[in-house]
């Protein structure tokens, strides 16, 4: 571990199939006012509204609904929760959702007392708010297992009209203040999702992953979270209703993105980043994104980082190193990633996700330029890889 860090998360969790007796305990302490957020209706269908409102009104809350929060949610649709804060002297956020609805209530908070431009300043800027900023509190309950949103400060909103789609992490401050973690509550969800959902926390790993070369603890506890996620992303995609493989894939989600994989090293992110400008241009689902540009750019930038690809193989994949040279094991470790991709169903391209030849210009000009991993891409690099995966 050669970098320099502060660790710290404030997000309290509470795990498990009896974690929402929890709830109660966990929304004494903040306030009365509660501004209830959830997405298209899951939450109606599968019975966690009516236990999560049982407690809520049990616990003698005064609840606003804001239904709605759509997948890559807007920045129009925050800008509705702003108004609702703002009209109804809400002093408590509850997300009840996915990764959408956690940013989507992160994004409401940061705004609802800020008298700016939000959009411009947290996003486009990527500014903090002011230390002496009123910030609404937040909790969550997950829904679906994924983002990593409800352990950390991540918000991801897009902004239609201009068609960009930008992350944002916000200090502890807008981090939930606690979150329930029930792996039952995701069995409802459809397999396309969960599938996404899985490739996007395998993703969050490869990421942090695929950058530095010191001996660092934080890549093996990379490797053992892939290792545990692709074992239980095997069972699951059989037998969905497998609690003990989904609240693998639950927790697994939690640590690849709550920071601490991250610490003392440097990140790559570009996979997210060309993911996202490809979700601005067609509203697709942000795990099937990463899935269908990672093969491609991994081909394109091992050559720089070959003895972490290398070591990938041979570590997360079992591949047996002998008789192979270094590259020949490296790309037998992007085959293997590759195999599973089509294995667990997520997508092996990105025109089945409703990109054309014609909006490949368009997304490349859309990417947000990191130069965190091996190698850092020229514009053109950033087209071949889309055109890679078409
Ligand atoms: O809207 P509802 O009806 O609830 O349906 C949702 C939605 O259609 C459904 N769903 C969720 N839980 C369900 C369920 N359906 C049945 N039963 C359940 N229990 O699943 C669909 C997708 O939900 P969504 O919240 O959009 O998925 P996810 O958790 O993947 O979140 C994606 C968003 O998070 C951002 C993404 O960019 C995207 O906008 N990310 C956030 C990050 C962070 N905070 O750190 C990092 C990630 O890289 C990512 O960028
Ligand atoms: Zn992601």
Redesign the pocket.
């Known amino acids: 571990m050669l970098g320099n860090f502060v660790y710290s998360n404030p997000t309290k969790l509470y795990f498990g199939e009896d974690s929402k007796k929890h709830l109660a305990e966990a929304l004494k302490g903040y306030g009365n006012n509660v501004l209830l957020t ?6 109606k ?2 019975g ?1 509204y009516d236990d999560v409102m049982s407690v809520l009104s049990e616990s003698g809350k005064k609840v606003v609904e804001l239904p709605g ?5 807007t920045l129009e649709k925050v800008m509705e929760g702003v108004k609702a804060v703002r009209e109804n002297g809400i002093d408590f956020i509850l997300a009840v ?7 989507y209530s ?1 994004a409401v908070a940061a705004a609802a007392n800020y008298e700016g431009d939000a959009w411009q300043t947290f996003w486009v800027e990527q500014k903090d708010p002011s230390e002496d900023a009123k910030i609404l509190p937040i909790g969550a309950v997950l ?7 409800e352990m ?5 909103i ?1 902004n239609e009209p201009i068609k960009m ?1 930008i ?1 944002k ?1 916000f200090d502890d401050r807008l981090m939930p203040k606690f979150a329930i973690l029930n792996p039952k ?6 397999r396309n ?1 969960m599938v ?2 899985i490739f ?1 926390t395998m ?2 790993i490869m990421e942090q992953y695929f950058s530095g070369d010191d001996d660092s603890t934080s890549d093996y506890l990379s490797e053992g979270l892939m290792r545990s996620l692709i074992a239980s992303s095997r069972v699951a995609v059989k037998d969905p209703e497998n609690y003990e493989a989904r609240s693998n894939i639950m927790w697994s989600a939690t640590w690849a ?1 709550n920071t601490l994989i991250g610490e003392g090293k440097t990140q790559d992110w570009m996979v ?1 980043m060309i ?2 400008a490809i ?1 601005a241009f067609t509203h697709a ?3 099937m994104t990463l899935a269908g540009v990672s093969i491609a750019y991994y081909r394109l930038v091992m050559k720089y980082g070959i003895h972490r690809f290398a070591r990938f193989a041979k570590v997360v994949w079992d591949i047996t190193p002998e008789g192979k040279t270094e590259g020949q094991l490296a790309n037998a470790g992007i085959d293997a990633l590759a195999a599973w991709i089509k294995e667990i169903g997520a997508a092996s391209d990105i025109s089945s996700l409703g990109v054309t030849e014609d909006m490949i210009e368009g997304i490349a000009n859309a990417t947000i330029d990191l130069p965190g991993g091996y190698h850092h891409l020229t514009h053109d690099e950033i087209v071949s890889v889309l055109k890679n995966s078409l």
């Open positions: 959830y997405g298209g209706g899951s939450i269908r599968n966690i929060v759509m997948p890559n949610p959702g996915g990764g959408s609805t956690i940013d992160k829904t679906m297992a994924g983002t990593g949103s950390n400060g991540g918000s991801v897009t789609k992350g992490v509550y995701t069995f409802s969800v459809p999702q996404a959902g996007d993703s969050h993105l997210h993911g996202h979700s689902t942000h795990g």
